[in-house]
T-cell receptor, first 117, second 112 residues
Framework: GAVVSQHPSRVICKSGTSVKIECRSL??????MFWYRQFPKKSLMLMAT?????????EQGVEKDKFLINHASLTLSTLTVTSAHPEDSSFYIC?????????????FGPGTRLLVL | DQQVKQNSPSLSVQEGRISILNCDYT??????FLWYKKYPAEGPTFLIS?????DKNEDGRFTVFLNKSAKHLSLHIVPSQPGDSAVYFC???????????FGQGTRLTINP
């Protein structure tokens, strides 16, 4: 199966700082990448859809200025949590799509646990 | 507004028996459904899917059943093995779309 990596796997930061999370598709080119957030014992909530070379599409209720997404290449998307606060603490998962129209071809990264103190 | 619901947060099954995980959805626009398996510290991995034109799809020990009138789907695992212990998510989408809507997950524990 295709491999998607995330870095870092875990990060602890102080309130007010910004944190960048990287998502890479290691063995395929992904025209579309997705960013999800998971609260404890809750479902994965889609935050935004990012297409290479264009602006990300954010889901309702997700602050685009708070969660900056950059999809600079076909193998890399980054999520920057700006001016992080304790309520931003969560598990962030990215996925990369290998083919349009086939949900099965969406491969997930291992996730990044963010803790904001 | 939880459009996809997994009402059982956990399930414990004896090894060799059948595991049945349930999922309900509310959005009638959904016409494609998937099950994912997730181990700790790993991302979800695709397990099996079903289109709304079918009511059953089978892949080895895994079978997914879809009841469109009840807006309900279930995943059957038989026989259950210790390696099946994980969190299982159901997800729904519309044909041609890539956006997935996930349930809350069910933690399955297979006891030896």
């Amino acid at each position: 199966g295709a491999v998607v990596s995330q870095h870092p796997s875990r990060v602890i930061c102080k309130s007010g700082t910004s944190v960048k999370i990287e998502c890479r598709s290691l063995d395929f080119q992904a025209t579309t990448m997705f960013w999800y957030r998971q609260f404890p014992k809750k479902s994965l909530m889609l935050m935004a859809t990012s297409n290479e070379g264009s602006k990300a599409t954010y889901e309702q209720g997700v602050e685009k200025d708070k969660f900056l997404i950059n999809h600079a290449s076909l193998t890399l998307s980054t999520l920057t949590v700006t001016s992080a606060h304790p309520e931003d603490s969560s598990f962030y998962i990215c996925s990369a799509s290998r083919g349009a129209g086939y949900p099965e071809t969406q491969y997930f990264g291992p996730g990044t646990r963010l803790l904001v103190l | 507004d939880q459009q996809v619901k997994q009402n059982s947060p956990s399930l414990s099954v004896q090894e060799g028996r059948i595991s049945i995980l349930n999922c309900d959805y509310t959005n009638s626009m959904f016409d494609y459904f998937l099950w994912y398996k997730k181990y700790p510290a790993e991302g979800p991995t695709f397990l099996i899917s079903i289109s709304s034109i079918k009511d059953k799809n089978e892949d080895g020990r895994f079978t997914v059943f879809l009841n469109k009138s009840a807006k309900h789907l279930s995943l059957h695992i038989v026989p259950s093995q210790p390696g099946d212990s994980a969190v299982y998510f159901c997800a729904a989408t519309s044909k041609g779309a890539q956006k997935l809507v996930f349930g809350q997950g069910t933690r399955l524990t297979i006891n030896p």
